[in-house]
C-alpha cells in the first residue's frame, strides 16, 4: 500500500491474506543466490517475486517442506532484516534506507572492534605500570627470571612444540617478563600513551590506511601528538640520549652520541594491519627521533598482537527430541586439518565453482548441503545466511552424532549461534554485517574464473577485479580456494599492487595502452581519480627498505652476497663520499610523509614493463573437480607447490610478468609486479609421457616432490 508515495512494509498477516500465497511448498537451497531463489519460488506460486538490486546477491541457505509460501518468504525477510513490499500484482523484497544506514553503523563498529581492542591493550599496560612501585616490579621481574631459570633446569618447559610453543610455561614466562620490562620504559610508555588517547578518528583513519604518524612538527601526511603527552615525550627523549646498557629498546646499536638539545623531531608511528579471517592485528608502535640535519638519531620499535573480540557464546538451546536424531549419513568432507588428502578434495571442490554461482558447485554448497541434511533429518525447517568466512571453518562428518551435536560443531570459531523457534531451525552470525562485508560477491568470482578456466588471466582481468572488491574482499581467504595459481601474486602480497592497479584503471583507454607498452606517466598527468590510489600506495610503502634502483630495467631481488651491505645503502655518506664502520654513521630519514611533505603525489613517475616468458599449465585431478595450476618453468623449479596436488596433464602457455614501479621526486624507487598469462585455447592438453623433454627437464621439480608418484 502506498501513503504520500511511501511504500510501507508487509506485515505478516498481509502476506497471508493472499491466497496465492498459503499454497504449501517444498524449498531446499544449498548456498544459492536471493536473486535466483526468490524468482523460482515465485514460479512455483505463479506470482512475480524480486529482490532489490541490492540484495541480490546475498546467499541464503534454506529448508522446508509443505510450508505455507507466506510463512517462508516472511521468514527470509525476518531473517535478514529487510521487508516484503507489493509490487503491482506480486511483491517485491528491499532492504530498506533505515536498516541500511543501521547495517553501515554496525558494521563500521565491527571494523573498528580490533583497533579499540589494541587501544584498550595499551590502557591496560599503562595501569598495570601505575600499579608497580620501581621496587615491587624489580622484584616481580626477579621472580619471572627465576621461573624461568627452573624451568630451564627441570627440563620441563612443556609444549607440544618446546619452547616455541605459545601455550608452555616457557613461551608465557618470556613474554611476561619482556611485557614487565616495558612498563618503567620512558619509550614504551609514551607510545602507549599515544594510542591511548587516539580519537574515534585516528583509529579508523588506522583502519582505512594500515598507519598513522604523529610528529612534533607534522607534515601534511602526519598529524600533531594527542593532548596528554607532552611530558613523556622530554622523558623518552632523553632515555634514547643516555649512553648506558638500558638502550636495548633501541632498534640500532650504531648510534652517535646526541643530547636532547639535538633532536628537531620526535615521531610516533602507529601501524596496525589485519592478520587472519578472525581480524586480529599485528601492531607496530615506533618511536623516531631526527636530527637538525633531517637524519635520524634513534628509533625503537615494541610490537603488540591483538586478538579480536570474541562473539558471545552458544546461547543453551531447550531440548528438543528432533535434536537429538542420530545423523546417518557418510561425511561429505572430514576435517581437512586432519587428513591432507581431505584438503585437496575440499580445495577440488570449490576451485571451479565461481564458473556457476548460483548452482550446486558454488563454494559454500557443502555447508549448505550438510546444514539442510541435519534439518530434513530432524524434520524440521531451517534458515541460515551464509557468508565466505564459513567455507573456511572446519568441516565435520555427519555421522555418529545428534543434530544438535552437528550444528553446534558446525558452528564453530565464533562463526555463527543457531537456536530453534517453532519449526525453524535458524543460524545467523553474530558479527552478520562484517560477514556479509568481507564476502566475495560471486559475479566477481565469476569474471576472474572464466579466465582461470582456461588459464587465461588477463590484466584488464586483475584491474577489474582489484577494481570491484573492497579491501577486506581482496583479503578474503576464498581466493585460496578459487584462484590457487594466484592468490600469492595479487592478493597474497598485501594491498599495494592492488592500489596499483586500481590506480591504471583511472587511466583513459589511450593511456592505458601507452603505459603498458612502456610510457611512464607522473602523477599530475594522471586523472584526478587516481590520486587516492597513488597516495595510498605511496603512504603503505617502506620506502627505506624497498629501492629498486633504475626503473629502466625490471626488479629484481639483489644477488646473495649484496644482502650484506643493504642495511648500508640508507647511511649518509661522510664529506668525502665514503663509509666509515669504525664511525657510527647518520642515518637518513626515509619516512615518506618526510620525503612528500606536502603529501601530493604529482610528481610520481610511475611506470610499467612487461617481460614474456614461457610457462606450463598443469591440470589437476583431484578427484571431484579439474584444478588448473599455472608456473613459469623457471619459477616450478624452485617455488614448492604449497597444496602438494598432483598433475595429471600440461599444456604450454605464455606468463606476462608485468613489474610497475613508482619513483619519488627525490629518485627513489620502489616495485611491484603481477603476473599475467595466456594460451592458445586450441592448444591441446598433453600427458606428462608427451611433453617435449626440455620441458620434462623443466618439470622434474614436481616429480621430485611427489616422490615419484602421478602420472610420471
Not at 602507529?270 to 581480524?279: H, N, P, V, Y
Not at 608502535?285 to 598482537?305: H, I, M, N, P
Request: proline share 6%; with cysteine.
Amino acid at each position: 500500500m502506498m501513503i504520500a508515495g511511501i511504500v510501507l512494509g508487509l506485515q505478516l498477516g498481509e502476506l497471508s491474506s493472499d491466497a496465492r500465497l498459503q499454497k504449501p511448498i517444498d524449498i531446499r537451497a544449498e548456498a544459492e543466490s536471493v536473486g535466483a531463489l526468490i524468482p523460482s519460488i515465485g514460479k512455483q506460486l505463479n506470482v512475480a517475486l524480486d529482490p532489490s538490486a541490492s540484495i541480490k546477491g546475498d546467499l541464503i541457505i534454506l529448508y522446508a517442506k509443505q510450508k505455507p509460501a507466506y510463512q517462508i518468504l516472511q521468514k527470509i525477510a525476518s531473517h535478514f532484516g529487510w521487508e516484503w513490499q507489493k509490487s503491482g500484482e506480486g511483491y517485491k523484497l528491499v532492504q530498506t534506507e533505515k536498516a541500511k544506514k543501521e547495517e553501515q553503523a554496525k558494521l563500521d563498529e565491527q571494523l573498528t572492534a580490533p583497533y579499540k581492542q589494541f587501544q584498550k591493550t595499551c590502557k591496560s599496560a599503562l595501569d598495570d605500570a601505575a600499579a608497580f612501585s620501581d621496587e615491587t616490579l624489580a622484584k616481580e621481574i626477579q621472580n619471572v627470571q627465576a621461573q624461568l631459570e627452573a624451568l630451564s633446569k627441570s627440563g620441563t618447559a612443556g609444549g607440544v612444540h618446546g619452547a616455541d610453543d605459545l601455550d608452555s610455561p616457557v613461551w608465557k614466562a618470556q613474554q611476561r617478563l619482556t611485557y614487565l620490562r616495558t612498563l618503567n620504559n620512558p619509550i614504551a610508555t609514551l607510545t602507549r600513551k599515544v594510542v591511548a588517547e587516539m580519537s574515534p578518528t585516528d583509529l579508523r583513519f588506522v583502519r582505512d590506511h594500515e598507519r598513522i604518524v604523529f610528529s612534533t612538527l607534522p607534515t601534511a601526511w602526519q598529524r600533531p601528538f594527542p593532548e596528554g603527552v607532552e611530558s613523556q615525550i622530554a622523558k623518552a627523549v632523553t632515555q634514547a640520549s643516555q649512553q648506558s646498557e638500558d638502550r636495548r629498546a633501541l632498534s640500532f646499536e650504531r648510534l652517535r652520541t646526541f643530547t636532547p638539545d639535538d633532536v628537531k623531531t620526535v615521531r610516533v608511528e602507529i601501524s596496525a594491519k589485519r592478520s587472519g579471517a578472525d581480524r586480529s592485528l599485528n601492531c607496530e608502535r615506533r618511536f623516531v627521533l631526527t636530527a637538525q640535519d633531517g637524519s635520524v638519531l634513534a628509533e625503537s620499535s615494541d610490537y603488540d598482537y591483538v586478538s579480536a573480540p570474541a562473539s558471545p557464546p552458544q546461547a543453551d538451546v531447550p531440548n528438543d527430541d528432533r535434536l537429538t536424531k542420530q545423523i546417518d549419513q557418510s561425511a561429505f568432507i572430514a576435517p581437512f586439518r586432519d587428513d591432507p588428502k581431505k584438503m585437496l578434495e575440499l580445495v577440488g571442490s570449490t576451485a571451479a565453482s565461481a564458473s556457476k554461482p548460483d548452482s550446486k558447485e558454488d563454494l559454500l554448497h557443502l555447508f549448505g548441503e550438510k546444514l539442510t541434511a541435519i534439518a530434513e533429518a530432524a524434520d524440521v525447517a531451517l534458515i541460515a545466511d551464509c557468508y565466505d568466512a564459513y567455507v573456511i571453518s572446519n568441516y565435520y562428518p555427519l555421522s555418529k552424532r545428534t543434530a544438535k551435536e552437528n550444528l553446534d560443531l558446525v558452528g564453530g570459531r565464533n562463526l555463527f549461534r543457531w537456536n530453534l523457534s517453532g519449526d525453524w531451525i535458524q543460524l545467523r552470525s553474530p558479527i552478520w554485517q562484517l560477514r556479509r562485508y568481507e564476502t566475495v560477491p560471486r559475479e566477481v568470482l565469476r569474471k576472474f574464473n572464466d579466465g582461470e578456466s582456461f588459464a587465461t588471466v588477463s590484466l584488464g582481468t586483475l584491474i577489474d577485479v582489484s577494481t570491484a572488491l573492497n579491501d577486506a574482499q581482496v583479503w578474503s581467504p576464498i581466493w585460496v580456494f578459487v584462484c590457487p595459481s594466484w592468490w600469492q601474486n595479487l592478493f597474497g602480497s598485501g594491498l599495494r599492487p592492488v592500489y596499483v592497479l586500481r590506480a591504471v584503471a583511472q587511466m583513459s583507454a589511450i593511456q592505458r595502452t601507452e603505459f603498458i607498452r612502456g610510457r611512464p606517466f607522473y602523477g599530475r598527468e594522471l586523472p584526478p581519480t587516481a590520486a587516492p590510489f597513488l597516495n595510498e600506495v605511496v603512504y603503505r610503502t617502506k620506502w627505506g627498505n624497498g629501492f629498486v634502483g633504475s626503473m629502466d630495467s625490471p626488479v629484481a631481488e639483489p644477488a646473495e652476497k649484496e644482502y650484506v651491505n643493504r642495511e648500508w645503502n640508507g647511511l649518509v655518506p661522510n664529506a668525502d663520499g665514503t663509509y666509515s664502520s669504525s664511525d657510527i654513521p647518520k642515518w637518513k630519514d626515509f619516512e615518506i610523509t618526510q620525503l612528500l611533505p606536502e603529501g601530493s603525489t604529482a610528481g610520481v613517475l610511475l611506470s610499467c614493463k612487461a617481460i614474456e616468458v614461457p610457462g606450463v599449465i598443469a591440470r589437476l585431478n583431484t578427484g571431484y573437480q579439474k584444478v588448473m595450476r599455472v608456473s613459469s618453468l623457471a619459477n616450478s623449479e624452485r617455488s614448492p607447490d604449497p597444496l602438494g596436488l598432483n598433475p595429471n596433464f600440461f599444456k604450454p602457455c605464455t606468463i606476462e610478468s608485468v613489474f610497475f614501479t613508482m619513483r619519488l621526486p627525490s629518485s627513489e624507487a620502489r616495485g611491484f609486479n603481477v603476473e599475467t598469462s595466456r594460451v592458445d585455447p586450441a592448444a591441446t592438453w598433453h600427458s606428462h609421457s608427451d611433453l617435449p623433454q626440455e620441458t620434462l627437464d623443466s618439470l622434474s621439480f614436481w616429480k621430485k616432490r611427489l616422490g615419484g608418484g602421478g602420472s610420471f
